[in-house]
């Protein structure tokens, strides 16, 4: 029974795969985003699938970003949307709204996505303005106000 959902999994994920990123090679899909991961019942693992067929183009690197303050919970962005500390959005000046980023702590390597919904910071040292939430999930400490980060716009192959 185990393997045969296994198999199961394996399959359907072929199917996604080769339905929505032609251009992949299954076989180095399935190596490298399936694991077995033993519990009390035998389990496969896949990342989301969505991840193959995902490019990084770099945008900018050793640049420096920080994070609203939660007196802005609740306003209007400047795209229209409303603003909260809780999500993956961020501020920049120049990328069109409803970019998708992904920001990556140059020194840990940790790394979010977020999109762009709002412009600033209005400073010429700072490139980019993220969430507390996601600026905390990659932050070096919990009290840095500032770090350098590498940005790439997250594209589709």
Known sequence: MKNSIIIFSTAVMLFIVTAFCPHTDITSVVAAKTT????????VATEKVTE?????????????????ADKFNGRKTTSGERFHNTKYTAAHMKLPFGTMLRVTNEKTGKFVDVKVNDRGPFSKKLEIDLTKKAFMEIAPSKGCGTFKVKLEIIGKA
Do not use: F
């Open 36 to 43: 077995v991961i033993p519990t009390d019942t035998t389990e």
């Open 52 to 68: 193959a067929c995902e490019s990084l183009t770099p945008y900018k690197s050793n640049v420096l970003a920080t994070y609203y």
